[in-house]
């Protein structure tokens, strides 16, 4: 099946700084999206991005798609930001997660 | 609307119980999925149902069953689980692959099933 890697597993941030969070994967996909679960375990989602570049407020993301792999960025982190950030790719209706980034934001 | 509910939000089962995981949807989407998720991994397929029938099985035990009455509603009945499937289960629906929709293949959420065995 499709294997699907993050890096980091684990970053902690001092409020304001930047980051990239990487996700790859190991075959064509039709969906890939950026999740972030937050502590009571809601995924909320952050972007639909199957191919180029999207931004949402000081979130934004992009995947090479030819390239199987995608980038989210995260700028001036609050410590809001905090929890597990997933990426997941989907072929068929079958999603599969990676394993995660756990972010902390320290204030 | 793009809300996916689960009820209820918490269930503690002993071992010999029979109980079920609701899930609905009303954003007219034709899949629907469940994902169980033990604490610190990610979550893990178990069903997807497209149109209504099941069209992927994670080879999940049986006392794992899911049901589909109708295009908006998804169940998973319980029975003779173990401890060990103490977890989170989640409820997700999106449109299957070709459907052309604004929002793309877009997969939502739930808030998902808290669920602990005793």
């Known amino acids: 099946g499709i294997q699907v890697e993050q890096s980091p597993p684990d970053l902690i941030l001092q409020e304001g700084a930047n980051s990239t969070l990487r996700c790859n994967f190991s075959d064509s996909v039709n969906n890939l999206q950026w999740f972030h679960q937050n502590p009571w375990g809601q995924l909320i989602n952050l972007f639909y991005i199957p191919s180029g570049t999207k931004q949402n407020g000081r979130l934004s993301a992009t995947t090479v798609a030819t390239e199987r792999y995608s980038l989210l960025y995260i700028s001036s982190s609050q410590t809001t930001d905090s929890g597990v950030y997933f990426c997941a790719v989907e072929i068929d209706n079958d999603m599969r997660f990676g394993a995660g980034t756990r972010l902390t934001v320290k204030p | 609307d793009t809300e996916v509910t689960q009820t209820p939000k918490h269930l503690v089962m002993g071992m010999t119980n029979k109980k079920s995981l609701k899930c609905e949807q009303h954003m007219g989407h034709r899949a629907m999925y469940w994902y169980k998720q033990k604490a610190k991994k990610p979550p893990e397929l178990m069903f997807v149902?497209?149109?209504?029938?099941?069209?992927i099985n994670e080879s999940v035990p049986s006392r794992f069953s899911p049901e589909c009455p109708n295009s908006s509603l998804l169940n998973l009945h319980l029975h003779a689980l173990q401890p060990e499937d103490s977890a989170l289960y989640l409820c997700?629906?999106?449109?299957?692959?070709?459907?052309?929709?604004?929002?793309?293949?877009?997969?939502?959420f739930g808030e998902g099933s808290w669920l602990t065995v005793v």
């Open positions: 149902y497209s149109y209504e029938k099941l069209s």
């Open positions: 997700a629906s999106s449109q299957p692959p070709g459907v052309p929709t604004t929002a793309g293949n877009t997969i939502y």
